[in-house]
């Protein structure tokens, strides 16, 4: 099958390759055959004609709660520590009820897929079976990556906090139940420093190197947070050696946020291979600042974006790549610094997310594909005619409604 329209990829940061009128010719599982500049001369195969809809990459957001999407663009004028308490933890000790779990879970994987997000890195709850209806309703909507049940036997509250022995055995029992999933894999969650002691972090370091399995967690987001974690760990100079000396600090672990992450742990990050997931709209929404990313990318660190929902307010990934341009202007006109190109932030929430899950940049040949066909005519006033100015404009105009179709892992899902 030919799957026609007009392609934009991202094959590097900063440079697009586009096709008017391409066509990726699909083989039967749904893998990439060939890219091809047009339908070729007297073609018997089938046909999917897109028009001039724009055919981009699937979108992949590499951070976000799955328990805060109930209350999506609430308590947005609180600080992290106070929001967490205020909103975040409340809401999510809601989710020791599996139903109520899977009755959000099910809107949740549906809004992504309509949105074109087939690829993540999601935290659950610290409950076991609420992350595993997760998982179940993550991968019946055809969306692939990781899933974590949360760990946290400390500061969480009368009633969203584990003992650390419970933590362990549940993340034991949750590991166990993972084996049938296809295409949602289990990732260990720490929540940050301050909600896990010694022994659990221990434990999933050890479970990380027996197992082989990624890590994620959060890194320097807030100022009164890298405090307190320099309180809890005064043997640790800097944030990001609290999970360096549990063995969690590693090639593909992914740390979301690092606002203040300094010169010193940035060079930690990209000597260890270890990711930053750049989440700018909830980096805005609770006042934590504007994260470096051009020190980062410059300086070797691999980034990817992410919704941080609900800190985020914007699950839509175009509307988190909009925001990661403007807060890389804000940065610009306090230090100077380059801001990021439409190119370069579109790549980094599609072929960086694609790198992260074992994948090559744009439409790879032998990769099944992942791909967003995108209606840009309700909003093309004044249609430009150069495709890196329509991708320009669809990041900050389209939306969900916009979207015409979205194929995952080689099939269509929308």
Known sequence: MLLKGNLIAAPEPGRLTCLPGGCLRLTEDGAVDAVLPAVPEGCAEPVEDWGDC?????????????????????????????????????????????????????????????????????????????????????????????VGKVNMDRNGGEDLQETAESSQSETVRWLEACGDFRRIRPILTPRFTPSCSDAVMAFLGRLARERQLPVQSHLSENRAEID?????????????????????????????????????????????????????????????????????????????????????????????MAAAIRASKVRSMADGSRPLTAAEAYYLGTSAGQRYFGGQPGFPVGEKLHAVVLDDGAFAVAPPRRLEERLERALYRSGPADIRAVYAAGRRVR
Not at 254 to 278: I, K, N, Q
Not at 302 to 308: C, E, F, H, T, W
């Open 228 to 320: 307190w974690v320099r309180r809890l760990h005064p043997d640790c100079g800097r944030y990001w050696e609290t999970y360096e000396k549990f063995g969690l600090w590693k090639p593909g672990t992914l740390m979301a946020h690092c606002v203040h992450s300094d010169e010193a742990e940035r060079a930690a990050m990209a000597a260890h291979g270890v990711w930053a997931v750049h989440c700018p709209d909830s980096n805005g929404n609770i006042c934590s600042g504007t994260a470096p990313v051009r020190k980062l990318l410059d300086e070797g660190v691999s980034v990817a974006l992410g919704s941080d929902i609900a800190g985020g307010a914007q699950l839509y990934m175009p509307q988190v």
């Open 54 to 146: 724009l055919i981009l990459q699937g979108f992949c957001d590499l951070h976000l709660h799955g328990p805060q999407y109930p209350m999506v663009g609430m308590g947005m004028d609180l600080p992290l520590l106070d929001w967490l308490s205020a909103y975040a933890f409340p809401m999510e000790a809601r989710f020791a009820d599996v139903a109520y779990a899977r009755e959000v879970y099910r809107r949740l994987a549906a809004e992504l897929i309509a949105g074109g997000t087939t690829r993540v890195a999601m935290f659950s709850s610290l409950h076991t079976d609420a992350t595993l209806a997760l998982m179940e309703e993550l991968e019946r909507a055809g969306i692939s990556g990781f």
